[in-house]
């Protein structure tokens, strides 16, 4: 059964970085592009940033660009959000998901993933 499952949420002051990470298993992964979208209390879920099956191309919101950094390790089947110079907006429900898609690059549309994660929330907070 495949799962994907988020950690590293947690209380950060404004200013300051946290490092979420999304662990596979049940698929190759290595064939999935891959993408963290977020929900903020109130709002609906957006995208935050993909990151294609082999890491090649990367595409951010503009709300987190040069803030945020998506990685992979297709090794340890897992993905990365390093996340800087966080502000009090980027409180929400840190998701990730997954989109078969071997070549090419990948996609912030919500409606593409059939493959989601349950959530890590972050709050940002002085």
């Known amino acids: 059964q495949s799962q994907l499952v988020e950690s590293g949420g947690g209380l950060v002051q404004p200013g300051g970085s946290l490092n979420l990470s999304c662990a596979s298993s049940?698929?190759?992964?290595?064939?999935?592009?891959m993408a963290w979208f977020r929900q903020a209390p109130g709002k609906e879920r957006e995208g935050v940033a993909c990151i294609s099956a082999n890491g090649g191309y990367r595409n951010y919101a503009d709300s987190v660009k040069g803030r945020f950094a998506i990685s992979r390790d297709n090794a340890k089947n897992t993905m990365y959000l390093q996340m800087n110079t966080l502000e009090p907006e980027d409180t929400a429900v840190y998701y990730c998901?997954?989109?078969?898609?071997?070549?090419?690059?990948?996609?912030?549309?919500?409606?593409?993933?059939?493959?989601w994660g349950q959530g890590t929330p972050v709050t940002v907070s002085s």
């Open positions: 998901a997954a989109l078969f898609k071997l070549f090419g690059d990948c996609s912030t549309e919500e409606s593409r993933y059939d493959n």
């Open positions: 049940g698929f190759n992964s290595n064939y999935y592009a």
